[in-house]
Each structure stands twice: as C-alpha cells, then as structure tokens.
C-alpha cells in the first residue's frame, strides 16, 4: 500500500463549482500535512498547511482527520486558474525532516 | 528574493554520456533535497541533505546516481552513464528545519526542474 494515496482524477467541473478531493495516508504517526499544487510543466508549489482544527484560505479549505488518517481539500466557486494537479503532502513516520507526495489529483475547470 | 535556482533547465543527451544536475538552494536554508518526477511514478525523493551532510539516499535509483553538496549553496545530481530510463523532470527543493522539524509554514521550495531526455 502506498504512503499516501490519492484519486488520480481527472476531475472536470464547471466553473464556479465546488469540488473536493480526499487523500488518505497509511502512517498514523505522520505529523505534518500539506496540500501543494502543480500546474502542467511546472514545479510543485505549497498551496496551503493543513492543521487539526481545520483550516481555511479563502476559498479553499483543508480538513484533517487523524482517526480516519485522511486529508480533504475543498475549493468553492473554482476558476478556470485552479487548473491544475493537487498533491496530497504529509511528513512519514521518523522523519519530520522530509515529505512524502501522493501522485496528485488532476482538476481541469472549464468555461 | 532569489528561490531554488536549477541548472540546465533542460537537456537532451545520447545514452552513456554523463549528465550534470545542478541545484542552488534558497540562501538560509539547511535542508537540501533531490526529487525526480516521471508520469508512470510520480515524484519520488532521491536524496537529501541537511547542513551539507546526506540523510538519506535510499532513493537513488543504482550506483550510476551520486549527489553531492561541497556546500551550503551548491549541490549536484551526477548520472553515469546515462540511460534513456533516466529521462525525466529532476527538482531540487530546498526548506529549512529548526530544532530537527520542518518549519511549518515553509515546508519545501522547489526550483523550475531540470528536463532530461536520453535518447
């Protein structure tokens, strides 16, 4: 089984849709968790830190459940810009050093 | 301010001949590490540092990858020789960790990735 697994997608949604994407992770001692984005031929950049309580940035907004050890993201009124591919980050186990990535859900909003 | 800055930023080379990835962290951070993303596997860790030192190299591939970091500025992924296996998207990434943690807010930066095609 796989670290950190994700719904690879692809995820086609309208603009101005919710959608939401999960990721689970194998490790219940992972500490940290992110979600980063990468857009198509480009480089992995940190989107948003996903804290216990639930946590939110404007229009996107990450869950945490550890009992359940999955991650959620949500983003509400999508733009055509949130094109992209959503990976799912945690820190493993032994480790807080360094991050392991799930294979990222691809979301493409359309016109 | 300057990011992870990645040298060449693509290559094209024939099978066999050595290859040169080179990598210059954000200034200030300790922790330096070295990715290769392909379709079929995503993006796997190769190797990294922390304060120059390698931690952990369970990822390189074989014994054709070495990295090293003479530095706190400076770092390097060789391949030799090269197979058209090898052909990907290699990132440098770069964050820095206090007290043996990543700091939250900044976990990781990456560079723009170097694209390597072995024919």
């Known amino acids: 089984r796989k670290e950190v697994e994700q719904d690879p997608g692809p995820f086609n949604v309208p603009e101005g849709a919710t959608v939401a994407f999960n990721c689970t992770y194998s490790?219940?001692?992972?500490?940290?968790f992110f979600w980063y984005r990468q857009d198509c031929r480009k480089e992995p950049k940190l989107l948003m830190s996903?804290?216990?309580s639930g946590n939110e940035d404007g229009r996107f907004t990450a869950q945490l459940n550890r009992a359940s050890q999955y991650i959620s993201l949500l983003i509400r009124d999508s733009k055509l810009s949130d094109s992209a591919t959503y990976l799912c980050?945690?820190?493993?186990?032994?480790?807080?050093?360094?991050?392991?990535f799930g294979s990222g859900t691809q979301l493409t909003v359309l016109p | 301010d300057a990011g992870v800055i990645q040298s060449p930023r693509h290559e094209v080379t024939e099978m066999g001949q050595e290859v040169t990835l080179r990598c210059k962290p954000i200034?200030?951070?300790?922790?330096l590490f070295w990715y290769r993303q392909t379709m079929m596997r995503g993006l796997e860790l190769l190797i990294y540092?922390?304060?120059?030192?390698?931690?952990?190299d369970s990822g390189m591939p074989e014994d054709r990858f070495s990295a090293k970091m003479p530095n706190a500025s400076f770092s390097t992924l060789k391949i030799q020789p090269s197979e058209p296996r090898d052909s990907a998207v290699y990132f440098c990434?770069?964050?820095?960790?206090?007290?043996?943690?990543?700091?939250?807010?900044?976990?990781?930066?990456f560079g723009d990735g170097t694209r390597l095609s072995i024919l």
């Open positions: 996903v804290y216990s």
């Open positions: 200034s200030g951070h300790n922790s």
């Open positions: 990434a770069s964050s820095l960790v206090a007290r043996g943690v990543l700091v939250a807010n900044q976990p990781q930066h």
């Open positions: 540092f922390n304060n120059n030192v390698p931690i952990d």
């Open positions: 980050v945690v820190t493993p186990s032994g480790s807080a050093r360094q991050l392991t």
């Open positions: 490790n219940s001692a992972s500490q940290s």
